[in-house]
């Protein structure tokens, strides 16, 4: 089974009018870790998912959007 996840990390934090230092600040997660993610150049843990889900008052699952998913058998 292969997933294709997306992380929408970017448009929730644009849509509440945070940059990524003040959601940095927020969450105690690292201004660089936070563009990473939005970047795609690193898959966030999920501790990190849950800080920064706590830091933007979402469920932790809003923080991802499934994209495409197949099975391969």
């Known amino acids: 089974m292969n997933y294709k996840v997306i992380f929408s990390l970017k448009k929730i934090r644009v849509g509440k009018d945070l940059t990524q230092p003040q959601l940095a600040k927020i969450s105690k997660v690292s201004q660089s870790e936070i ?10 843990r999920l501790d990190t998912i849950v800080k920064l889900a706590n830091a933007l008052q979402v469920h932790p699952f809003e923080l991802q959007e499934v994209v495409e998913k197949w099975y391969v058998m």
């Open 35 to 44: 563009s990473d993610i939005e970047n795609f150049r690193k898959s966030p």
